[in-house]
């Protein structure tokens, strides 16, 4: 089959065969997406597509990691950890002194910045005379001090300082060329910043207790002044302070006071007893003294009670007027006067107590008031004249806290205190690697494949972005606007018609499903006449013609297969020169005399017949029109094998007499450009267009690119890429 061969390969994804609406626009509308993505379906089928590239691009870095390791210099590295142990900070609170732990991981890294710091490098640099070792400074005539400089630079430049946020372990590490001067260096750090932090603590206790001297003879001097003037005022404004622990600004701190406060609590012991008898007294006045007279009277209320009751029993029996009652209640009525009498004699005697004990504490209350008002008016006139006193005092309490805090401080810091334990300690001491850790080949290995990788994807988008072609069926749906009516895989190892006629090979499952498609392009199921068009040579447009009206004639139809492609024609019988459209064009003979039955049952054939020089001008006589109604009577389907449509006139004459036309696109070769502008010509002669089918379609990679070729007029002689089918002429 020459140039319009398949190969193929793996099975392709097709129009689902459901229930859908039998016309065009409801098949479109199906296949529309909202647009193609960058996603990792796109992302794995151009990876597929340009892998070679990919693998160049990776293998390259690989050998550009090799290459790298090689040519650098190793480097060993020698690591210390050192513990750090916050000091705690005492804080004078009450005059007590507590311990207040710091901000341990401030404390850290701040102990991380002076291991950085140059003049721990300078001083690393003086304690291991690296300045005369040639292998920091290979300059030997330099003079001392920059040799110094040179060496310390190259210590910060190597040195590495890593802290743990969640202890306080510092790691502290060195590069160097010899593994040797490498633990010899960190040793050297870890040792200098020790002792460089011991003598700064015994420098600032030095610095402390010279400047605790100085200000305890000063406040010392200020703490006699003040007492002696203190002791001066009050001698002469005689203030007697009794209360040794109260304030100077208290007024119970002097004897008046004193007096005063002991009078004001008599006064209020007063107050309350004169309250009280007040209350007893108006009590007694208003109330009846119901106890003691109810104990007083029992004997006379008893004695009447018996008589009431004898008075009463009587009284049933005699008059009011009998003498015996005249009499009982003459009685009764004695010895209500006389519990009236007892009861009046109770609260008398009640009352009169009363108010004799009301009249004494008011009194003694008077007595106590009188002498406060005057001690308080001999207090407020010392506390006028204890002004000055109590500033005197306070001075004299702030110098005496003052000297007795300094003093106790001055104790506390001492020789013992400047240099005691450090707050750092050496965990690890460096040792001598055995092996460098630069360059690491696998590390180096690892980024060049990485960076590879990168470039080559990289060059792979821009390679394919830049590449317009239609290579997915979202290409298709989008870009076409078409159906997609299936995708036909590449064959490996056999020809496009050897594969076809194996029923269950990817290739002709890929067809069958395209064919089962197509009944659901048109209201009426299959096109009965359908043209077969491509946007440019070689996309196997020929193939598929062959395949569909071989599936479609294995359904039981009656199938008629024409060769339009009267340039290039791809169908052969050795019988072009008699039989053909070419000569049906030309001639008014009947169809059936130039059809020839195939070796496939229910498929016929119409060959081109002989090369025309004007074929555009033979497909557009109405002869063509008439030669497709005999076909339609004569066969159940027509399809058409039609050429190109760029450059080329026949498929847009051929599709305005066709039902259907389907576009053959390849996948990855066709440009965009070109298949829209071969749709628009169509789409512009009438034609109707219901799909697309994508040839050499790769389910995990589209091929990309292609070298386009001249459609040039060429005999039917050549053999190698003819589509043997014919069994023999029909009758």
């Known amino acids: 089959m020459g140039k319009n061969d398949l190969e193929p390969r793996g099975v392709a994804a097709v129009w689902p065969l459901t229930q859908q609406p039998r016309n065009q626009d409801a098949l479109l509308g199906l296949n529309r997406t909202e647009g193609s993505d960058l996603n990792l379906a796109a992302l794995w089928r151009i990876a597929w597509t340009w892998r070679w590239l990919l693998l160049g691009a990776v293998a390259a870095g690989i050998a550009g990691g090799v290459i790298f390791t090689l040519l650098t210099t190793p480097l060993y590295r020698s690591e210390a950890v050192i513990e750090i142990n916050p000091p705690s900070v005492e804080v004078m609170d009450g005059g007590k002194a507590g311990p207040v732990a710091q901000n341990d991981q401030a404390f850290v890294q701040t102990q991380s910045g002076l291991l950085r710091s140059r003049s721990l490098a300078a001083r690393v640099v003086q304690d291991l005379n690296l300045a005369s070792n040639e292998a920091l400074v290979p300059d030997p005539n330099a003079d001392r001090a920059t040799r110094q400089r040179i060496a310390t630079n190259l210590l910060n430049a190597n040195l590495k300082v890593e802290s743990d946020e969640r202890s306080r372990l510092i790691k502290i590490s060195y590069s160097s060329a010899d593994p040797q001067l490498a633990a010899k260096i960190v040793n050297g750090f870890a040792d200098s910043y020790i002792r460089t932090s011991l003598e700064r603590r015994y420098q600032a206790s030095s610095y402390a207790r010279d400047f605790l001297q100085k200000q305890i003879g000063t406040v010392r001097r200020e703490l006699e002044t003040s007492e002696r003037q203190l002791v001066a005022y009050a001698q002469q404004q005689g203030i007697i302070r009794t209360g040794a622990g109260e ?155 003052l000297y007795e805090a300094l003093l106790q401080r001055y104790k506390e810091i001492g020789v013992a205190g400047g240099v005691g334990v450090s707050n750092a300690s050496v965990v690890d001491r460096g040792d001598v690697p055995s092996s460098p850790y630069k360059p690491n080949l696998m590390v180096n290995l690892l980024l060049g494949m990485l960076i590879g990788a990168g470039i080559g994807l990289g060059t792979a988008l821009a390679v394919e972005f830049i590449n317009d072609t239609i290579k997915t069926p979202d290409d298709v749906r989008d870009d076409l606007e078409l159906a997609f009516l299936g995708g036909i895989p ?210 995990e990679a589209t091929g990309y690119g292609y070298n386009y070729e001249a459609y040039s007029y060429r005999s039917v002689e050549n053999r190698n890429r003819e589509i043997r089918a014919i069994g023999g002429r029909a009758e």
């Open 247 to 401: 304030s100077a600004t208290s007024d119970t701190a002097s004897l008046t006071g004193t007096s005063l406060v002991e009078l004001n609590k008599a006064l209020a012991d007063a107050e309350t007893k004169r309250i009280a008898a007040e209350q007893a007294y108006r009590e007694s006045t208003a109330s009846s003294a119901t106890v003691e007279i109810s104990e007083r009277t029992a004997d006379l209320r008893n004695q009447r009670a018996k008589l009431e009751s004898d008075y009463r029993e009587k009284a049933t029996i005699f008059r009011p007027d009998y003498p015996e009652l005249q009499s009982l209640k003459a009685r009764i009525t004695a010895i209500d006067e006389a519990i009236r009498t007892e009861a009046g004699s109770v609260r008398a005697g009640q009352s009169g107590t009363r108010r004799a004990d009301y009249q004494a504490a008011l009194s003694t209350e008077n007595t106590l008031r009188s002498r406060v008002e005057q001690l308080r008016g001999q207090v407020l006139d010392l506390r006028g004249r204890s002004i000055q006193y109590t500033i005197l005092q306070r001075d004299v309490d702030t110098n005496r806290s």
């Open 490 to 699: 590449v064959s490996k190892g056999k020809r496009p018609t050897e594969a076809l006629r194996e029923a269950n090979s990817p290739i002709s499952e890929a067809y069958f499903s395209a064919a089962m498609s197509l009944q659901f392009t048109t209201d009426g199921g299959v096109p009965r006449v359908l043209l077969v068009t491509s946007t440019r040579p070689a996309e196997g447009k020929s193939t598929s013609t062959w395949a569909l009206a071989q599936h479609f004639a294995r359904l039981g139809r009656r199938v008629l297969l024409i060769d339009a492609d009267m340039r290039k024609p791809a169908f052969v019988t050795g019988r072009e020169k008699e039989d053909g459209l070419s000569n049906l064009l030309t001639t008014h003979d009947l169809l059936n005399n130039h059809v020839q039955q195939t070796d496939v049952e229910g498929l016929w054939l119409l060959p081109c017949g002989p090369i025309p020089p004007n074929p555009a001008e033979l497909l557009s006589s109405p002869r063509l029109r008439a030669i497709l109604a005999e076909a339609t009577s004569a066969f159940d389907m027509v399809v058409i094998d039609g050429p190109p449509i760029l450059g080329l006139a026949d498929s847009p004459l051929l599709s305005t007499v066709c039902q259907a036309t389907l576009m053959v696109v390849e996948a990855g070769k066709t440009r965009t450009r070109a298949a829209v502008e071969a749709l628009n010509r169509i789409r512009s002669s009438g034609g109707n267009v219901v799909g697309a089918l994508l040839t050499r379609y790769r389910h």
